[in-house]
């Protein structure tokens, strides 16, 4: 008998602090707002959307909150617009493999695709609009791009220098 | 025993989930189907085989690292979904939603709320025991006029494969076999051609059918269905002429409700181009418009009323020139705002989102935009918020030594063709022109180098793509070149870009990339598309001023046969030759100190 008012007493319990829970400590969340840049089809001006993301989590280090930020952004980036809008797109398949910070440097290893291409139309827009992107993440300021881990000087065919940060300030 | 889900199907048909038992490298035995069972809310991990092979077959693409607590899926139409471990909200594009359950982490693998991930695709699952079977939703319907006619666009979850079922004078009818919908009923159009476009859902799950018939105005004409992306479905019709035509100005033809478990969808469709704004009150009054500047309202009006997180529709003509969609919101959820050019769409998030923006606007149309009124909480970068500054490189200037002498550099060359198109390489294109640039200019007194003259790399013995271009760098750094002038061919995935693009990176290039690009323009008579910053490499590194002149796209129809023309290509050549000369002229050099 006294085990199973123990056990109701708990129960209560239980019952209260979710209550207490609800009303006192959930807060509505804040969406966080990122702002993506994509090149619109002159192949040089510059048009953004924006996308919600995550808060930093309880536990989480800010680097480790600005790493996932980075990650997020390249990848929203490199997904590009919703389809209907005309934009200066990477090549099909291209994804981001990683992002890792060093610094205030983000480097950002792109998929293979990514060097299935030639002109230079392509390329400056992509990347563009990347560096453009990683530069909006509080804290980074030049991207660095590796395509299958590895650093390239160019792409094939390709103009834009890849085997030193990329910056704003590069258009 | 460890029990998963395993795809059966393939992408177009109805996509088969099955809970099967199936061998995890990570971690111990998992009692996953048994707490299915309980919890009645099917969770998949995202190591899981057959998640990636159902994300495959509709073309989505998932973002993990063993030991992130973040998964990202892109869906094929670009929008990115992002879950969070430990998180009750994911987020998709602009929009906060609140996921049925938090995702958790088993060993170190996320296990996703498989009922979020399928309306997070677009796509609705049936349980059939153990089997989950998955069907792809046609999720979205626009019909635009332009012009003599009207096109529909229809899209959902997969790429949309349709087959014609029927066709006679008065209307036409595809069939999507595999897909459902969600767009399902009539939209009156009566415009460009077309009187109304039905969706009809049929079938039972696994054969499930939608059939999509465009009725047609008397001596309308259907062209042949297309897709623009591979993915959508495109059915353009032509009006007949002398039909009455549509009132000027744009239309809203239809507002579509689509209430689901994850995004509550407002899908206005408007034709011809227009601007829109939007405002929403804070709470407790959660009242949400969207005003389509000088619109007609050709649909009809509604005023719906439902309980849930959104508990009215109203659209009405509110003034003569403003077409008004008004949402009653229960509380203060994330909304987003999606222009296109063939009308807007308006989601709801489950989510509380308190300190959203409260206005914006856009346009709709050929011109697609949007602009949240609110400031954007991402700041710009700040040198000051740096941990590690990132040196700026240094790129030294030079007074040329040899103010006379230009060095050409033609593209690519040897081993490197260059894009090319039907045969025709860029590397052999450069040549030529620089070949006839070289014989202009030397022609007016001016002396020449190229990098390479025959077809070759500039630097047969480079073993890297930095010696190489590092190589006709130093052709001109070490020779005290007055101008660089590199020589290339544009290409694009696409068809539609074309001209001439003169490329800069340094500010002593811009006045040569003005001149260049001008003269070329004008003389070859292309598209000026203007001078453009870029890091190239060739321009960063020569330390004269330099321009790589893009001449023409090789993608491009008309610009592939202007390319493929030697008497095209001679005129390109006297428009850089005419730009040099214009931009020596403008710029003349500081006279030389005496001893």
Redesign the interface.
Known sequence: MKAFRALIVLVVLAAIAYLVWQVFVRTPARPRLLTVYYTKMDGTSLGTWTISQRQRQAGESMAQYRSYEALYAAVQNVAGPPSDVPAVRFPAGTHVDGVTLDGAIADVDLSSQVTQQSGTFGENGQFKALVYTETAVPGIAAVQVTVGGRRLQTLPHGNLELDAPLRRSDW | MRRSVALIGSCCAALALALAPITSAAGPTVQAQAALRIINAPFVGVADPSLRTLLQGIGA?L?W?KGQ??V?I?RA????V?F?V??G?Y?A????LEARYAPYLHGAEPFLPLSDVLSALSLRGFPDGNVLLVEPLLASLDVRSSGGGATVIA?AGVPLVPTLVARDASSITYAFTGVGSSVSGTREVDAGGIRDVAVQSTGQLASARTLLTVDLARGATALPAQSD?G??FSLSVIAARGQTPAPPGPRVTAVDVLPSAGAFTVAVAVTGDATYAWHRLAQPDNRFWLDVKAATLVAAPRDDHWIGRVTGVRVDQVTPQRVRVALSLAA?Q?V?V?P???GVRILVGN???????RAGNGSIGSV???V?ETP????????T??????P??NRPSSVPTNPRLIVIDPG?GGN????SAHGLL?KTVTLDIALRLRGILVARGWQVRMTRSTDTEADPAAT???DE?QARVDDANDNGARAFVSI??????EP??NGV?S?Y?KPQDVALARDVENAVAREAGETN??I???????T?HTRMPAV?I?TA?I?NPGDFARLDSPQWRQRVALGIADGIETYARENPLPPAPTN
């Open positions: 693409r973002t690292r607590r973040d990202l892109t139409d670009h929008v990115v992002a969070t430990g998180s909200l987020h594009g602009g929009l906060t899209a992306d993915r959508d203060e994330s987003s999606i296109s050019a063939t989510a509380i989102a308190s300190g959203s923006p697609v935009s949007a949240v954007l909480a991402t700041p710009q970068p700040a040198a918020a740096l941990l590690t500054p990132v700026e490189p690519h490197d063709p260059g894009t860029e890297t793509d930095r271009l290339h061919v544009n290409w694009y995935s539609d870009p693009t490329y990176s598309r203007g453009v910053k870029s890091a190239l490499y060739v960063l790589l893009e796209f993608s």
